[in-house]
């Protein structure tokens, strides 16, 4: 069974930092690319960041472009974020998602986890 | 970048009906990359359409896509109890994937 366990979530500060951590585990991760997807309290779905298999490419959002950073670490089967410069904006739940092996969307979610920016 | 919009915004229907769900999109989606997601509280989204029609693994036949071009359908046919929920469209024909506002499906 897949099984993606995010972390690191809480609340922080605006102009603070935080790093999300993912734990994979039920597939062979080093294969698969993965992806941080994020919805804010009563919004919709907002792709963030991608990242290949092997990290040879990485795509990031416009709007977290320069701020928010994408990273895995396949011998630990690990997918991480760093987010800097955090705003309110920034607030949601952040979910840890595999891409599908036949079709670039998203075929396993984790749970999620809340990032609250906030005075 | 690819807007996708969604309607209705919500559809309210009783167990048995069947649902008829659309997602337009701002420019033709490449080769039909298209995909159905659906949403209950408290939950992560689960994939159910790929590729404008095929469906996920282990997802009930009553669910179907379909659609080409700028139109895309998403049909629920004789609603469970367990199918009333938010269902977003996504496209990942281009860059970046861009998802839809959802439709909420509510019991009537």
């Known amino acids: 069974e897949v099984q993606l366990v995010a972390s690191g979530g809480g609340l922080v500060k605006p102009g603070g930092s935080l790093r999300l951590s993912c734990a994979a585990s039920g597939f062979t991760y080093s294969s698969y690319s993965m992806n941080w997807v994020r919805q804010a309290p009563g919004k919709g779905l907002e792709w963030v960041s991608s990242v290949s298999s092997g990290s040879s490419w990485i795509y990031i959002a416009d709007s977290v472009k320069g701020r928010f950073t994408i990273s895995r670490d396949n011998a630990k089967n690990s997918l991480y974020l760093q987010m800097n410069s955090l705003t309110a904006e920034d607030t949601a739940v952040y979910y840890c998602?595999?891409?599908?092996?036949?079709?670039?969307?998203?075929?396993?979610w984790g749970q999620g986890i809340l990032v609250t920016v906030s005075s | 970048e690819i807007v996708l919009t969604q309607s209705p915004g919500t559809l309210s229907l009783s167990p048995g009906e069947r649902a008829t769900l659309s997602c337009r999109a701002s420019q033709s989606v490449h080769s039909r990359y298209l995909a159905w997601y659906q949403q209950k509280p408290g939950q992560a989204p689960r994939l159910l359409i790929y590729t404008a029609s095929s469906r996920a693994t282990g997802i009930p036949d009553r669910f179907s896509g379909s659609g080409s071009g700028t139109d895309f359908t998403l049909t629920i046919n004789r609603l469970e109890p367990e199918d009333f929920a938010v269902y977003y469209c996504q496209q990942y024909g281009g860059s970046p994937r861009t998802f839809g506002q959802g439709t909420k499906v509510e019991i009537k």
């Open positions: 998602v595999r891409d599908s092996p036949i079709a670039d969307c998203f075929d396993s």
